[in-house]
């Protein structure tokens, strides 16, 4: 199975940055950059939209550590509470 790949918020701007301005067909782009073409036109349609705030992150966002104990001390509540 060919695992899934990633790319730094700096190579997605620079990659719309080469399509938008370089006058070569997004196709040749994508090629020479070896991903899809329709990623290439999805990250250009993503920095339209958000602007700055296009490739933030990667993925889902991580619970704060705060978040996550005062979770867990719930959940301990919880099963001790339960009666088995």
Do not use: C, H
Not at 11 to 37: D, N, Q
Not at 42 to 67: I, V
């Amino acid at each position: 199975m060919e695992k899934r790949q990633r790319f730094t918020a700096e190579f997605k701007r620079e990659a719309v940055r080469l399509m938008r301005t370089s006058g070569r067909p997004a196709a040749v782009i994508a090629r020479e950059l070896g991903i899809p073409r329709n990623r290439l036109y999805k990250w250009a349609q993503d920095a339209e939209k958000k602007g700055d705030q296009a490739f933030r992150g990667s993925g889902r966002r991580k619970a704060s550590s705060d978040e996550l104990a005062t979770l867990k001390r719930e959940l301990a509540r919880s099963k001790r509470g339960q009666v088995g």
